[in-house]
Each structure stands twice: as C-alpha cells, then as structure tokens.
C-alpha cells in the first residue's frame, strides 16, 4: 500500500512539474519590431485576380495566419481611405473623411504615436503623397483628407516620425503660405531630406525622400521605388536596439481600379507583393518581426467572370467607379501572428498589435457596433477616394 501512494505521489509530482515546464513553453514571443503594410483598394478578387492574370503567386499566400477585416465607417457603410486609414491605425472608427482624428473631432493615439513612445523607431512608405490619406492616418490628426498643407506641417514637426518615403514634394515646397517647409525642415527640425532613394547618407537616422512633386508614376514607370524604399527604411530602422514601426502602403492598387485599368492594377498588386516579400524575407531572418498585412477598403466592385456565363474565359469586371463595402482580408506573419484570424473590425488592428507587441492597449473601444452605420436604407454612400 506504503508503495503504491509513494508512486501516486511520484506521478502527480511529475505531472505538476510538467505543466509548469509547458507554461513556459506556450509563453508567446513578443514582436519587438512590426511591418503593417495596406494594399489601398485591395480586397481578396485583385489579389486573386492578379493571380490568375500573372499565373504566378504572390507573397499574400505565404502568410500562416488570414483574417477577414469589416472596412465600414462610422458615418458610412462605404469607407474612403481617410475613415479606413484611421480606423486601421487608431481605436475608434471615424466619419469619412477624416484623419487620425475620432467622430467628435478629438485627436486619437495612433500606432506609429505609441511605439514611438515606446521608444521603437519609425517609418512610413508609400507610392502617393506623403500625405495622402492613408500615410496621414499614421502622423497627422486634421478633420479633412484634403487639407494636405497642414499635413504636411504636422509631418515635418511630427518629433515621432524617423523616415518617410513618398511623393507630394508640393505640400513642403509650393505652398499657399509660401513658406519652404524643406528649407525648416533641415535647418530647424532635424530632418534630411532627399529626392531620390539613391541619395541617402544611410547613417542619418531622421529623413524623408520626397521623390515626386505629387504622387509617385504608376508602378511600370517608377521601377523597384516600393520594394527598394522598404529594403532601404529597415536597413535605417533596423539600427534601433529597441525595435522599430514601420508602414507601408501600396498607394496605386486604388487609383488603378477606380479607373477600370487592369493593367495598371496587376502592376501595382505585383509591385506591392514584391514589397510585402522583402518584409517578409526580412522578418523570417529577424525572428522578431511581426509582418501584418491588410487593407483600407475594396476599390472598383472587382470581379472576375465569363462575360458570356460559361465558366471559362475569365474577364476582369468592374461594377463601380467608386469604392465597395467588401470586407478584406488581413495576413500576418511572425510573433503574434495567431491575432490575427477571425472575423475582425478594422478597429481592432492596432489592439493586437499592441497585444503582439507585449503592450498594454491604452483605450481599445468595444464600441464598434453603436459607431458602424446601419446597413438598412444606407445604400447611397458615395466616398470620392
Ligand atoms: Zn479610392
């Protein structure tokens, strides 16, 4: 008998101290660097269809992780990319048309603002303006998309933001101030700044690129810009010992479809890929890199049919000029990773990156359904962007 609970004891012991051990294992690494990167416009149909036009997959495919994300606003069921933006880099969705801001116009924490304050390098790199809509979602709190001047003001005081790489050089340069704004920019306010990528002092840790008066060429006009801008601002970002934020936007995936132009679309898609697979492969060398990616909102009512009703013969088709309430997919890659599958309020984003990142969320809001907008006898949204 003396034996038998002696080897109970044993036993249960055994199990106690292997629960203990496994505790330990499932204890999730945290990011110490994030990658969020936003397709404008690019919904599941010009991912898959930029599949099937190339025959080729693209890196959205090697992600473990895949969510669906709903896109609506708080003032509509159709987002533009000012509301989409805000809602991916902030807590709270906000009306159409405004920036980093919520519906009662107060400024909101975004990402970029938090992991700044955690010390984290940052960035941003697109292929628009450098303050369009999306990229401003990140720095600038402003109640209209279209007040790009201030954007920009708030950009170049902006003391959370280490790189930007973009266009809309206009904004600093041709002012209705008339003030140079580059001019302050490098003699008051500690940035570099540059035309090209190639002219970069790789040791400056402060800069933008601004490389077109107003947004970049389309993508078969301006080359590997996307791709080499991300290889260039991780080789600066990198440096920081406590980890880095950057952002970056596949600008042109939503011009291409509000203009109907496939061509253009597989060329911005692919060219977007081709940045999501440096972040990628960097994050897969890393260990410590989470890669999210997703979008603002579908663009163009994109669907690939037979014109004719057979089921062959697939043909790009395109039922709006405009944007469409399609929800989006969301990828993610690295640690942390697992967040980010379910169905998901853009709201959500930035709460698990925080999560991801070990961070404490600050003020995530559960109020997401009283904010989303009825979908009952609201069809007539109509987003310009
Ligand atoms: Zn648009």
């Not at 008998?1 to 199990?15: D, H, V």
């Not at 959205?60 to 669906?68: A, E, K, L, W």
């Not at 805000?86 to 970029?112: F, Q």
């Not at 697992?338 to 969320?361: R, S, Y």
Request: aromatic share 8%.
């Amino acid at each position: 008998m003396k034996k038998n609970y002696l080897f109970l004891f044993i036993i249960f012991g055994l199990l106690l101290s292997s629960c203990g051990t496994k505790e330990k294992v499932a204890e999730r690494p945290k990011a110490v660097n994030v990658i969020y990167m936003i397709g404008d416009g690019m919904a599941l149909p010009q991912v898959f269809g930029t599949m099937l036009a190339t025959g080729e997959e693209l890196a959205f495919s090697q992600f473990p992780y895949i969510g669906v994300v709903d896109t609506r606003s708080a003032s509509n069921d159709i987002t533009d990319s000012a509301a989409g933006g805000t809602a991916l880099a902030c807590d709270k969705k906000t009306k159409n048309g405004m920036v980093g801001m919520d519906v009662d116009t107060l400024p909101m924490p975004t990402i970029l603002d938090v992991l700044a304050d955690e010390g984290k390098a940052t960035g941003i790199v697109v292929t628009c303006y450098a303050g369009h809509a999306t990229p401003a979602d990140f720095f600038a709190k402003v109640p209209k998309r279209s007040m790009y001047e201030d954007i920009a003001m708030q950009m170049a005081e902006s003391d959370k933001l280490n790189v930007m790489i973009g266009g809309g050089r206009k904004h600093f340069n041709q002012r209705k101030d008339s003030l140079d704004l580059i001019q302050r920019m490098e003699n008051e306010l500690g940035w570099k700044v540059y035309d090209t990528l190639a002219d970069i002092d790789t040791a400056c840790t402060k800069y933008a690129v601004l490389a077109a008066d107003g947004h970049m060429p389309i993508a078969s006009e301006r080359g590997n810009f996307l791709p080499e801008g991300v290889k260039t601002a991780l080789k600066t970002l990198s440096q920081d010992k406590d980890g880095f934020f950057l952002m970056v936007e596949g600008s042109q995936i939503d011009f291409a479809c509000h203009a109907h132009d496939s061509v253009y679309m597989v060329d911005e898609t692919v060219d977007f890929s081709n940045a999501v697979q440096v972040a990628l492969d960097f994050a897969k060398a890393d260990g410590n890199t989470l890669v999210v990616v997703t979008a603002d909102h579908e663009t163009g009512g994109l669907t690939m049919i037979d014109p004719k009703g057979h089921y062959s013969n697939v043909s790009f088709n395109y039922s709006t000029g405009s944007h469409t309430c399609l929800p989006v997919m969301i990828y993610a890659y690295g640690p942390g990773a697992e967040l980010f599958t379910g169905w998901m309020q853009n709201n959500e984003v930035k709460g698990k990156i925080l999560k991801a990142c070990g961070i404490e969320p600050q003020t995530v809001a559960n109020d997401s359904e009283q904010t989303i907008a009825p979908v009952v006898g609201n069809f007539d949204s109509n987003p310009s962007n």
